[in-house]
Nanobody, 120 residues
């Protein structure tokens, strides 16, 4: 059974930073962060494989960093230079295959989400 629990969301001003954490139980190959803003579709932010391969959405490249501690089964998302457009519910997700497509439909395991709000 795979379980994912996010933490670390909050409210910050534009230009600020937040670090999201996802505690994982159970084994999957790909883990990632997705986000969903009100009235918008869920979108991929960053994905990482057990082999260390990483993919970022263009909108967060150079600002966000995904990492994982396999020994502790923890996934992280360091978010710097936050912008109001980054405001969304952020979800940790995991899947066994095809994770680099960063397609939410390919991820079968989801956390409950953590809210990130960036004010201008």
């Amino acid at each position: 059974q795979v379980q994912l629990v996010e933490s670390g969301g909050g409210s910050v001003q534009s230009g600020g930073s937040l670090r999201l954490t996802c505690a994982r139980s159970g084994y999957t190959y790909y883990s990632g962060w997705f986000r969903q803003a009100p009235g918008k579709e869920r979108e991929g932010v960053a994905v990482i494989g057990r082999d260390g391969n990483i993919r970022y959405a263009e909108s967060v490249k150079g600002r966000f960093t995904i990492s994982q501690d396999n020994a502790k089964s923890t996934l992280y998302l360091q978010m710097n230079s936050l912008e109001p457009e980054d405001t969304a519910m952020y979800y940790c997700a995991a899947t066994w295959a095809n994770g680099m497509h960063m397609d939410p439909a390919r991820f079968g395991y989801w956390g409950q989400g953590t809210q990130v709000t960036v004010s201008s």
